[in-house]
């Protein structure tokens, strides 16, 4: 009988060792998504569209192309600063195109197939593709910023 205990409890020590095996613990890494920020550039001078008041950002829209719903997004206009900022994209597996509007008039579309994954506890987003149609465009990789390049 007391064998049959000790095995006993030695089996159960084994079965929830391995249970915290599979557990996370003390490990909590997280890694946003990416950020997507524009800015709108007449394609001749280089200057911010918003800031020389060529654009009024009030008439900006951000559109779903799967649905026709509008996009939340953030205009950022502090120091002249003056660039859109689309921050919802990558905190699930999806694949989105959205069309940058002023008005009624067509600006770009953007399209992101984006995957959030889990590995060894961290989570963190890989883009497999992410392109910018219908429009020419530079990427600022120090800041991380697209220049829509406007005629």
Not at 32 to 56: A, I, Q, S
Not at 95 to 112: D, R, W
């Amino acid at each position: 009988m007391k064998k049959t205990l000790q095995l006993l409890v030695l089996a159960l020590v084994l079965i929830s060792q391995s249970c915290e095996d599979d557990d996370c613990g003390d490990i909590s890494c997280f890694t946003e998504p990416t950020p997507f920020e524009f800015e709108l550039v007449d394609k001749t001078t280089g200057e911010n569209l918003f800031t020389n008041n060529t654009f009024d950002p009030s008439d900006l829209k951000v559109i779903d192309r799967a649905d026709d719903r509008a996009v939340e997004f953030a205009f950022i206009s502090e120091n002249d600063y003056n660039i859109i900022g689309v921050y919802t994209i990558g905190w699930q597996t999806e694949t989105v195109q959205y069309a940058f509007q002023i008005g009624s008039e067509p600006l770009f579309e953007l399209f992101v197939d984006g995957e959030r994954l889990n590995i060894n506890c961290c989570s963190y987003t890989e883009y497999n593709e992410i392109r910018i149609e219908n429009a020419e465009f530079q990427l600022d990789e120090q800041r991380g910023i697209y220049k829509i390049l406007v005629e």
